[in-house]
C-alpha cells in the first residue's frame, strides 16, 4: 500500500488508480459511493488524522474527522446516517475518548455504533477503562498502518453483516 507524503488531503481526482470516491467541505467528506465503508476518525493530533484518513481513503473508505470527543458527539447526533466505524483517541481536550464511549452507549441512537479505540494509553488500566466503556477493538499507537485498516474493515464487515441480519 502507498502512503504518499503529497496527498495533504487535497481534493484528489484519483488516488492509486481509483476514482474519486467522495468530495469535502472542510473537515468533513461527503460519501460519493454510498456502499463506501464510512469511519469518523476522532483524534486531537492532526498528523494521526492525517494518517488514519490517508491509509482509509487509499483503501475506499470514506472518511470524517472530529478533533475531541465532544465534536465526535456533535457529528453523530446531527448526522442523517451514522458512520460504520468510529476510530477515537483516549486522551483529547473537553471530552476524552473514554467519556465520549461511555456518550455513545448510553444515547440508544448511537448504542449499537462500532467503536476502535486508537491510542498511546497501552497500560493493562487503560485497557480495561475502554472495555468497560464499551470498545469494541483496542489499538495502541504506535501501529501499522496496513494492520488498522485490515482490522477496520473487518469491524466493517461484521457490523454490515450484523445490519442484515437484523
Not at 490517508?54 to 473508505?61: D, Q, S
Not at 483517541?89 to 471530552?95: A, E, F, K, T
Not at 455504533?113 to 468497560?132: K, N
Amino acid at each position: 500500500m502507498l502512503y504518499p507524503l503529497s496527498y495533504g488531503g487535497r481534493r484528489v481526482e484519483h488516488v492509486a488508480g481509483r476514482p474519486r470516491r467522495a468530495y469535502r467541505t472542510g473537515d468533513t467528506v461527503w460519501p460519493m459511493d454510498p456502499e463506501a465503508p464510512h469511519v469518523l476518525v476522532v483524534d486531537d493530533t492532526a498528523s494521526i488524522r492525517f494518517l488514519i484518513r490517508t491509509n482509509l481513503e487509499l483503501a475506499g473508505f470514506t472518511v470524517s474527522e472530529a478533533v475531541d470527543g465532544q465534536e465526535c458527539l456533535e457529528i453523530l447526533r446531527s448526522a442523517e446516517t451514522l458512520p460504520d466505524v468510529v476510530t477515537i483517541d483516549v486522551m483529547m481536550p473537553r471530552m476524552d475518548g473514554v467519556a465520549a464511549v461511555q456518550a455513545i452507549r448510553a444515547d440508544p441512537r448511537l448504542t449499537n455504533l462500532t467503536v476502535a479505540m486508537v491510542t498511546t494509553q497501552g497500560h493493562p488500566t487503560s485497557v480495561q477503562r475502554a472495555i468497560e466503556a464499551g470498545v469494541d477493538v483496542y489499538v495502541t499507537k504506535p501501529f501499522d498502518p496496513d494492520h488498522l485498516v485490515t482490522t477496520l474493515s473487518d469491524l466493517v464487515a461484521q457490523c454490515r453483516a450484523q445490519r442484515r441480519a437484523e
